[in-house]
């Protein structure tokens, strides 16, 4: 596609609840992150996938967070038991080549655990 | 951790003025980007700054790095109403024991352009 698309781009979900978010990177973009956030403030590092490399999983808050890339593309960001403190803006980025070069964003996906 | 660090946390100007955003950083790193980011969802790239580079031009905006104080400044001039978003500033930071990198972002400086 044209950019990195999010999908949903809202998301309202019940407390104990799962959610999936998912991004679709730039075709041929071999790096992807994910980050979060929070009303007001910066970015949150979550995790991030380069290549066939394992990913970069450091800053994944809990357990109840999980992400996966299936065939180096589609990227899926899964919350177990949503917590209302998960209420936030997750954004995904892909990038040309290795990370560290300049990002596309999505517009992210709007959580809200109520 | 934050890496990155923006000052100040926002900043309002009048139209036609000059607004300078710095960064600090802490670790050494390869390069050093600035986003924009409106309304709170993507951001957009606006400019990357090696570290062997001490200034970089894009249109308005003037990027300055010094690496011996890890420290970065971005100056949008004639500012228009336009430029009201948030300005961020993301570094690289090399993963242990491999050749990839990570970016990490600061908490971002609120511009505000009034007309």
């Known amino acids: 596609g044209a950019g990195v698309s999010q999908s949903p781009s809202n998301k309202v979900t019940e407390k104990g609840k799962d959610v999936e978010l998912r991004c679709d990177p730039i075709?041929?973009?071999?790096?992807l992150y994910w980050y979060r956030q929070s009303l007001g403030q910066g970015l949150e590092f979550l995790i991030y996938?380069?290549?066939?490399?394992?990913?970069?999983k450091s800053g994944l808050p809990s357990d109840r967070f999980s992400a996966e890339r299936t065939g180096g593309s589609v990227s899926t960001l899964t919350i177990q038991r949503t917590q209302q403190e998960d209420s936030a803006v997750y954004l995904c980025?892909?990038?040309?080549?290795?990370?560290?070069?300049?990002?596309?964003f999505g517009s992210g996906t709007q959580l809200s655990v109520l | 951790s934050q890496q990155g660090e923006e000052d100040p946390q926002a900043l309002s100007i009048q139209e036609g003025e000059n607004a300078t955003m710095n960064c600090s950083y802490k670790?050494?790193?390869?390069?050093l980007q600035w986003y924009r980011q409106n309304s709170g969802r993507g951001l957009v790239h606006l400019i990357l700054?090696?570290?062997?580079?001490r200034e970089k031009h894009s249109g308005r905006l003037r990027v300055t790095l010094d690496t011996s104080k890890k420290s970065s400044s971005l100056l949008i001039t004639a500012s228009r109403a336009a430029d009201t978003a948030s300005y961020f500033c993301?570094?690289?930071?090399?993963?242990?024991?491999?050749?990839?990198?990570?970016?990490?972002f600061g908490k971002g400086t609120l511009l505000t352009v009034n007309p």
């Open positions: 980025a892909s990038s040309l080549d290795r990370g560290g070069e300049k990002l596309f």
């Open positions: 700054i090696r570290s062997n580079e």
């Open positions: 075709s041929g973009h071999t790096a």
């Open positions: 670790t050494s790193i390869n390069n």
């Open positions: 993301a570094t690289d930071a090399r993963r242990s024991g491999g050749s990839n990198y990570k970016l990490t």
């Open positions: 996938f380069q290549g066939n490399s394992a990913p970069d």
